[in-house]
């Protein structure tokens, strides 16, 4: 019984050092994404066309509400008719 209690002790050990550095690649790709400049929220396609340029590629309308996806090389924003809805650096 006592090795088990000593397994279970190292296991958690393991586990919590897994966690931690699982943080700290979060906390570091949040900050290098915030340096990103991207449209925001409430932009016009017309205004971040003319801020950013044309997108590489757009994907959509689709749904309903109708969703439209621009992308450029550093980021991708999300329409709602022609609104921006949100914008995001993929990992």
Same mark, same amino acid.
């Given at each position: 019984m006592r090795h088990f209690r000593t397994l279970l002790?190292?296991?958690?050990?393991l586990a919590g050092s897994q966690v931690a550095i699982a943080d +700290?690649?979060?906390?570091? &790709?949040?900050?290098q994404s915030a340096s990103v400049e991207r449209p925001v929220r409430g932009m016009t396609m017309d205004a971040? !066309?003319?801020r950013?340029? /044309?997108?590489?590629?757009? !994907?959509?309308?689709?749904? /309903?509400p109708?969703? +439209? !996806?621009?992308?450029?090389p550093g980021f991708v +924003?999300?329409?709602e008719y022609d609104r921006v809805i949100? &914008?995001?650096v993929p990992h």
């Open positions: 002790a190292a296991l958690g050990l +700290t690649l979060v906390v570091e &790709s949040v900050q971040v !066309r003319a950013f340029g /044309d997108p590489v590629e757009q !994907r959509g309308p689709v749904g /309903d109708p969703i +439209t !996806r621009w992308i450029y +924003t999300y329409f949100h &914008s995001v």
